[in-house]
C-alpha cells in the first residue's frame, strides 16, 4: 500500500497521497509535512460523504471522485474500494495526468487489498 503511495508521489506536481477509510481514518499517508493527516483525512471523509448524500438524493451513479482547487493547490478526492484515496498536488499541475494517475493507483490498491 505505501508503494502505491509512494509511485503516485513520484508524478509531477504530487505532493502527497494517503488512503482513508470512510469513518476518516488515516489508513496510510505519504503526505508532505506541511499537513496534519488526520485533519486531511475527517476533511475527506466529511466532504465525500456530503457529496454523496447530495447524489443519492438525485438518483445517480456513485461518487467517483472530486477535485478541490484552492488559491495554493489542488486536492483530489477518490473512491478506491478500501477507502478514499487523497492526493494533494501544486496549483499548476497537469489535473488530466493525475487522474489518470489516480486510476492506475486505485487499480494497484485493489488488487493489492
Do not use: H
Request: glycine share 8%.
Amino acid at each position: 500500500m505505501y508503494e502505491v503511495l509512494s509511485d503516485l508521489n513520484r508524478t509531477s506536481g504530487v505532493t502527497g497521497s494517503m488512503l482513508v477509510g470512510n469513518d476518516g481514518i488515516v489508513i496510510a499517508a505519504d503526505l508532505d509535512t506541511a499537513f496534519d493527516s488526520d485533519t486531511i483525512g475527517a476533511l475527506a471523509a466529511s466532504i465525500t460523504s456530503n457529496i454523496q448524500k447530495s447524489l443519492d438524493r438525485l438518483e445517480t451513479e456513485p461518487l467517483k471522485q472530486v477535485t478541490i482547487e484552492a488559491a495554493n493547490g489542488k486536492l483530489f478526492f477518490a473512491e478506491a474500494g478500501l477507502g478514499i484515496l487523497v492526493v494533494t498536488a501544486e496549483q499548476t499541475v497537469n489535473v488530466g495526468l493525475i487522474r489518470l494517475e489516480i486510476r492506475n493507483a486505485i487499480d494497484k490498491l485493489r488488487i493489492a487489498g
